[in-house]
């Protein structure tokens, strides 16, 4: 089992940066593909972000490839999402969440472990 705990989230600029950081514990914890998902008031959940077990794969939502990068430390058991040029539509509550090697890393069902969230809010 995995435990998540996001922090990071706060108010910035549009145009500002931010970077979230995703603790968990568990001993397998670098067996699993982890990925940042987000979502906004009124809006259903949706993928943002996914690192494979490795870090060697990375992939991206088309509206934040250039913006955000994804990183792992399976030493620290530790995930990142650095956030640059934020946007006032980026604003929501991101979610950390682990997948099993293998996954759909893009869909919500392929996670089993999330986190509680943190807010992110970009202003105009």
């Known amino acids: 089992q995995v435990h998540m705990v996001e922090s990071g989230g706060g108010l910035v600029q549009a145009g500002g940066s931010l970077r979230l950081s995703c603790a968990a514990s568990?001993?397998?914890?670098?067996?699993?593909?982890m990925g940042w998902f987000r979502q906004a008031p009124g809006k259903e959940r949706e993928f943002v972000s996914a690192?494979?077990?490795?870090?060697?794969?990375?992939w991206h939502t088309d509206s934040v490839k250039g913006r955000f990068t994804i990183s792992r430390d399976n030493a620290k058991n530790m995930v990142y999402l650095q956030m640059n040029s934020l946007k006032p539509e980026d604003t929501a509550v991101y979610y950390c969440?682990?997948?099993?090697?293998?996954?759909?890393?893009?869909?919500?069902?392929?996670?089993?472990?999330w986190g509680q969230g943190t807010q992110v809010t970009v202003s105009s």
């Open positions: 969440a682990a997948a099993p090697p293998g996954s759909l890393v893009t869909e919500i069902p392929s996670y089993l472990y």
């Open positions: 568990g001993r397998t914890f670098s067996n699993y593909a």
């Open positions: 690192i494979s077990w490795s870090g060697g794969s990375v």
